[in-house]
Nanobody, 125 residues
């Protein structure tokens, strides 16, 4: 059983930065694709960023490209999401997830097998 634990969320003013962390137990991050998704109140869960299996080029949604950076530290078995230039519209619960199948669409939430409990990010204007 894989469990993912996110941390690093909080309240920040617009223009500020936060770094989210995701640490899975029962699975080494080097052997899976990993992604970040977010869900705002009343909205569907949406793709934010993903790091493919084997550490290939990352994927980003258009709304965060150039502001967010996904990264891995294999030695610490931890994935990160560095979020800069935050905007009020980035306010959401952020989830990390793992995808064990190298096939399929890395941007699609249904492709991921394990999910964390989520961490709240609130950006004030």
């Amino acid at each position: 059983q894989v469990q993912l634990v996110e941390s690093g969320g909080g309240l920040v003013q617009a223009g500020g930065s936060l770094r989210l962390s995701c640490e899975p137990s029962g699975r080494t991050i080097s052997s899976v694709a990993m992604g970040w998704f977010r869900q705002a109140p009343g909205k569907e869960r949406e793709f934010v960023a993903a790091s493919p299996w084997g550490g290939g080029m990352p994927y980003y949604s258009d709304s965060v490209k150039g502001r967010f950076t996904i990264s891995r530290d294999n030695a610490k078995n931890t994935m990160y999401l560095q979020m800069n230039s935050l905007k009020p519209e980035d306010t959401a619960v952020y989830y990390c997830a793992t995808k064990t199948d190298i096939r399929g669409n890395i941007r699609r939430a249904t492709e991921y097998q394990y999910w964390g409990q989520g961490t709240q990010v609130t950006v004030s204007s």
